[in-house]
């Protein structure tokens, strides 16, 4: 009998910040993909499972584009046309369009080239500590560490103007945080791509030595450039910030692992790679079948949405040992926390570097860290969110 998850979660288990909503989990224990009834009505699939999970996401039968994204997991749209993605912007494109745009980007986010900037990134971490240090103790580790440290990077990478960070951080939490309304979100986008295309056409008339500037030379129009560095600078930001704050969060609740951190900066790679697969903050994405696809013994109908659980799936115990447990000496790799196929995160390696710097400078520089508030107390990002994670994380040290 074919497994159905009758709705979205849209709350986790108290006493349960980092964990899966417990109706994934039990329906990944059931079957590594069910079924799911969408809010408009559309009958579509849920999977949860690691190894169907990373099949789907590189199989071309599945697409990514943004015009068969039609049906929401939480909210019914009704009969609604759904443009395709603008110029640019990648993500929601499948080959040859998808590759036209990744392809020129590839050798910009190298590992080489990303750990060039770790003593670029180790200066910005350092500022960021001194600052809290001189107004503390005490401070929302969002708005002083984790949010401004990845932003500065991504816009230092693209050649956006130090005056205009803070106007991005904003935006950008406006359309992928979840609680702005249809309109504000809509209002926050075109501020966006209005700002970005006066910043194209500067670099055209005035290029400076950044990523942006370096694709003037290709064959892309300025509105392609406007997309491109939308995407770059949305997924550049807001993972990787909310990664700094969770990830945080969750070290100071396992104190175990936090100590072993600590003590062992060798363990910093490992640790990073594991906050990654237990926190999985972009947690799901959609996908949509071209033709009829047989999987695990189903037949997935042409034209049907499929839901793609990366955070359930990291929590495979077929795939990981004892998911639950956050154990920064895990070795056994292949998390699906920056996807696969052929949308595998580009920036993954920059986030690497961030996080391989932030981590253990912010617990060295703080020994006695520790929240300021309750766990309980500490306030999540909604289900809805694109992005999980805390909106603010309180916390305190001895002076």
Partial sequence: MTHTLAAMPTTRRPGCPFDPPKELLDAREQSPISRFAFPDGHQGWIVTGYDLTRQILADPRFSSRREFMKHHPLIDYGDIDVPPAPPGEFLLMDEPQHGRYRKPLVGKFTVRRMRLLTERIEQITTDHLDAMQKAGPGADLVTAFAKPIPAIVICELLGVPDEDRDFFQHNIDAFLGGEASDEEVGTAYVATQQYLAQLVAAKR???????????????????????????????????????????????????????????????????????????????????????????????????????????????????????????????????????????????????????????????????????????????????????????????????
């Avoid at 990664?243 to 990073?272: E, H, I, K, S, Y």
């Avoid at 300021?372 to 990002?381: K, T, W």
Wanted: glycine share 6%; proline share 6%; aromatic share 6%.
């Fill in 205 to 399: 008339a005035h290029p400076t030595d950044d990523v942006l500037s370096d694709l003037l030379d290709s064959d892309l129009t300025d509105e392609e450039l406007q997309g491109m560095a939308l995407i770059l600078l949305s997924a550049g930001f807001d993972t990787t910030a909310n990664m700094l704050a969770l990830g945080t969060f969750a070290l100071l609740q396992n104190p175990g692992q936090l100590t072993a951190l600590r003590t062992d900066p060798t363990l910093t790679d490992q640790a990073v790679e594991e906050l990654l697969r237990y926190l999985t903050v972009a947690k799901q994405f959609f996908r949509v079948a071209l033709e009829d696809v047989d999987l695990a013994g189903h037949t997935i109908t042409a034209g049907t949405t499929v839901i793609l659980s990366l955070n359930t799936a990291n929590r495979d115990p077929h795939r990981f040992p004892n998911p639950h447990t956050l154990d920064i000496h895990r070795r056994h790799g292949g998390h699906l926390a920056f996807s696969h196929g052929i949308h595998q995160c580009l920036g993954q390696q920059l986030a690497r570097v961030e996080m391989r710097v932030a981590f253990p400078a912010l617990l060295t520089r703080f020994p006695t860290l520790r929240l300021a508030v309750p766990a309980e107390q500490v306030a999540l990002r909604p289900e809805i969110a694109d992005i999980y994670g805390v909106k603010s994380l309180p916390v305190t040290w001895d002076a």
